[in-house]
């Protein structure tokens, strides 16, 4: 199974249409998908989920998403020349050992020219520290607010773009 991360808990983030391309995408191809917004985390998950204590709300969410995900993709905005951090807390409250072997591709958005470079760049060290494999392909949307429309990704080169990584992806 893959899960799809629209690694921003923003309310109707460009992240989320992104990932909802993403999860059609793949589903058109036949592929199990999750897609799962930090945005429906549980408020309070920081401070209530961290160091091995876990509400059940939390739980649910780690064993709905992660636990039988082989691959994650995550779609990562730049948010102050970096990735956000609720996506840095996420990570940070679940087991190492749920994460170590599973297989990574990640998605850079950002409103500026280098497509979340700086994001990917960071998080790619992130992963790798808790033993995930990073897909070497990632693609960079620059300007997303011209490539999406209310929903999903509208600019054909760009869903040219992410498509082509997706299918390489499945075989990595």
């Known amino acids: 199974m893959i899960t799809i991360v629209s690694s921003t808990n923003r309310t109707n983030s460009n992240s989320f249409k992104v990932a909802t391309s993403c999860r059609e995408i ?29 509400t059940n709300e939390f739980e649910n969410v780690v064993f709905k998403y992660i636990h039988p995900a082989d691959k994650l993709i995550f779609i990562i905005p730049e948010y102050n020349g970096s990735f956000p951090g609720v996506l840095k807390a996420f990570i940070d409250t679940l087991d190492f050992i749920n994460l170590s072997g599973k ?70």
């Open 26 to 54: 793949l589903l058109l191809k036949n592929y199990k998908t999750e897609l799962l917004s930090l945005e429906k985390l549980p408020k309070d998950f920081v401070f209530n989920s961290s160091f091995g204590k876990r």
């Open 103 to 172: 297989k990574a591709a990640l998605i850079g958005l950002s409103s500026g020219h280098a497509g979340g470079l700086r994001a990917l760049d960071q998080f790619t060290h992130v992963l790798h520290h808790l033993k995930i494999e990073v897909f070497s392909d990632k693609p960079k949307l620059s300007g997303i607010e011209k490539l999406i429309d209310n929903k999903q990704i509208s600019d054909d080169k760009a869903i040219a773009r992410v498509d082509g990584m997706l299918e390489k992806f499945v075989g990595f």
